[in-house]
């Protein structure tokens, strides 16, 4: 046993004192990294340069919370993780701004319809701030579970009336928004006159008047294209603040216009989301910051594809979401077994974020498979030989990595290389591969740099470090009992401690230095 740990804590010492050594030129190949995103607006891959580096304004539509978070929910939420972790990770200042939407959005896109969240709070006879609070709450935890990092910023609509509604006046001013009724809206006609709607979504302008027309004169919008900027409450409505034009609720759109902005001001570097947003949402936030300051606030737009179950998207709206808890819990009937909240963020970053995902048990079995496999590699490079020279380029392996994420975040590539370097550590325990002891600590900081600090994936089963570390060394100080139970011949004794050790689903292995264990 004491063996055993001098090997460990020998590794351990020469990892720090290695990451000390290397530190600057780790710090330098990280600052050469050019990132390539993939930009909806032009609809091409362009390198990433911010409006005033090194600080990026990173802005990403969050969660209307009614509801518990979905797998919808997590695919924005871990794929903006990645940006967020990367853009640092290469020496970005960056504020991330993701919004809690707890006011305005409404059951139809049209402006019509019972706002989601009063909805929801007349149902269970709460407020709606209860709703709202509950449900953020569980959005929060579930994310935490998912190792997302919470954003710089986590502004809620609620909290911004004054500011929706000055940027309502101000396109009101510049001539772009009519008030009808006591309500305001985007004159859409009128803007398209002066800047192109439909630039970042394709939408046709054209076909959105023709299909229009008919419907002209049968409610209070000039055209019912025409999108909110201000709601008129009715009496019944419980969320309602004064404005200049009536008692009433902002119009789902403004909030992150004006949320935006505040934050990281009336240019700012990139916008996110779901690719669900595209249309309506994102179109109307870009038409809104035109109308309101002359100047599109958004350098890079980003969206993620969607989450679809036998070919159809995930959503609330459509009833055929699984929830991140049910995955936690396995308790749906759709699954087969529980998932880890690490299998579900593996299973979302082996796909492009661009690319549409669709759910099957099948894949996020194959997902815990590859995580296991990657997990127990990393376990494993201590243990490796050590040789004079080494048979693989470590250092060319660790720029394959960065050329991955580079390459608007290719998280599938990045895994691709991982999964080469488990197989180089697999070669080298059976000596088809040589590895250095500096290169044992660079295939360490490779993963811990990459698997652990940029993808986000943890070692669940050493979740809590303090307890995962004191039920370590309660498994050492039973196997230390065995082999000096096994020195004094007590056969029956040693046999005792592994075979119960081994139902309770321990896989324990002897070796020359003492002793090995992992649960099975």
């Known amino acids: 046993m004491k063996k055993f740990n001098n090997v460990r804590y020998k590794f351990v010492f020469l990892c720090f004192r290695n990451k000390i050594i290397n530190m600057s030129d780790s710090i330098e190949q990280q600052l050469e990294q050019q990132l390539v995103i993939y930009n909806t607006l032009t609809r091409k891959k362009e390198v990433f340069e911010p409006l005033h580096p090194p600080h990026v304004g990173l802005y990403v539509c969050g969660p209307t919370v009614y509801g518990d978070p979905h797998l919808g929910h997590a695919r924005p939420a871990i794929t903006f993780d990645l940006l967020f972790r990367y853009l640092k990770f290469i020496g970005y200042k960056v504020r991330y701004v993701r919004n809690i939407t707890d006011v305005g959005h409404l059951e139809n896109d049209a402006d019509e319809g019972e706002d989601k969240i009063e909805k929801k709070a007349r149902l269970e006879q709460l407020e709606p701030m209860e709703v709202a609070q509950y449900y953020t709450l569980r959005y929060h935890k579930a994310m935490e579970a998912l190792n997302v990092l919470p954003p710089s910023i986590e502004p809620r609509a609620s909290g911004h009336i004054i500011e929706q509604i000055e940027m309502a006046k101000a396109i009101l001013d510049n001539g772009f928004a009519y008030e009808s009724n006591g309500s305001v809206y985007f004159d859409l006609e009128k803007y398209n006159n002066y800047y192109p709607y439909g630039k970042l979504s394709g939408r046709n302008i054209e076909e959105l008047l023709e299909n229009s027309r008919q419907l002209e004169g049968q409610q209070e919008k000039r055209k019912s294209y025409d999108f909110a900027l201000w709601k008129k409450a009715t009496p019944e409505h419980i969320m309602k603040w004064p404005s200049p034009w009536s008692k009433g609720f902002p119009g789902w759109h403004l909030e992150c216009s004006a949320m935006s902005i505040k934050y990281l001001g009336k240019e700012f570097d990139i916008h996110g989301g779901g690719m669900d947003l595209l249309f309506p949402h994102h179109e109307c936030e870009m038409a809104q910051n035109m109308a309101a300051q002359g100047s599109p606030a958004v350098k890079y737009w980003m969206h993620n594809n969607m989450i679809t179950i036998n070919g159809q998207k995930m959503g609330k709206s459509l009833g055929n979401f699984i929830t991140l808890e049910e995955f936690f819990t396995g308790n ?189």
Request: proline share 3%; glycine share 2%.
């Open 332 to 520: 749906h009937p759709s699954l087969e077994q529980p998932y880890s909240p690490m299998t579900i963020r593996f299973f979302i970053l082996q796909s492009h974020y661009r690319s549409t995902l669709d759910f099957s048990n099948e894949a996020l079995q194959a997902s815990a498979k590859g995580l296991k496999r990657l997990l127990e590699a990393y376990d494993a490079i201590e243990k490796i030989p050590e040789s004079d020279t080494s048979t693989v380029d470590f250092k060319t392996l660790r720029q394959q990595c960065f050329d991955a994420l580079n390459d608007d975040l290719n998280s599938p590539i990045l895994i691709a290389h991982l999964f080469e370097a488990a197989r180089i550590i697999n070669a080298a325990l059976s000596n088809t591969e040589k590895v250095t002891a500096e290169d044992k600590i660079e295939l360490k900081n490779l993963f811990d740099d990459f698997l652990f600090a940029i993808l986000g994936i943890k070692d669940e089963d050493k979740n809590n470090d303090l307890r995962y570390e004191t039920f370590a060394k309660a498994i050492d100080i039973l196997l230390t009992i065995r082999q000096e139970a096994k020195q004094r011949k007590d056969w029956a004794m040693a046999d005792r401690i592994r075979n119960e050790l081994i139902a309770l689903g321990f896989e324990i292995k002897d070796t020359k230095d003492g002793f090995e264990w992992k649960l099975k």
